[in-house]
């Protein structure tokens, strides 16, 4: 069983950085995919972000302010959050599966559905 502990999130002005991490309980690292989800107030759930050997996938909403990476000593996963925006308002979560993040082309594991473990969720308010 994987368990995946969140922290980093808080309050930050527009146009302001803000890091989250994602501390993982076995090392999957090298075997994982490692999303990031994002979900407001009565809208779903949407994977922003995912990460294994090195390289990583963003949604357009987010390309070019946020960056994933890898802390491989630590078996920890950053989502780096900068130049934020009211719209990035929401509860953050990692999750994490066993198995590719793409099979090829321009799809991504991007769905909730496709992640088995997930983290408690982190809040990121922006104002």
């Known amino acids: 069983h994987v368990q995946l502990v969140e922290s980093g999130g808080g309050s930050v002005q527009t146009g302001g950085s803000l890091r989250l991490s994602c501390a993982v309980s076995r090392h999957t690292a090298s075997r994982a995919c490692m999303g990031w989800f994002r979900q407001s107030p009565g809208k779903a759930r949407e994977g922003i972000a995912a990460?294994?050997?090195?390289?990583?996938f963003y949604r357009d909403s987010v390309k070019g302010r946020f960056t994933v990476s890898l802390d491989a000593a630590a078996n920890t996963f950053h989502l780096q959050m900068n130049s934020v925006k009211p719209e990035d308002t929401a509860m953050y979560y990692c999750a994490l599966d066993f198995g590719p993040c793409t099979t090829g082309g321009a799809w991504w594991r991007s769905s909730a559905s496709l992640y088995h473990f997930w983290g408690q969720g982190t809040q990121v308010t922006v104002s």
């Open positions: 990460f294994r050997d090195g390289t990583a």
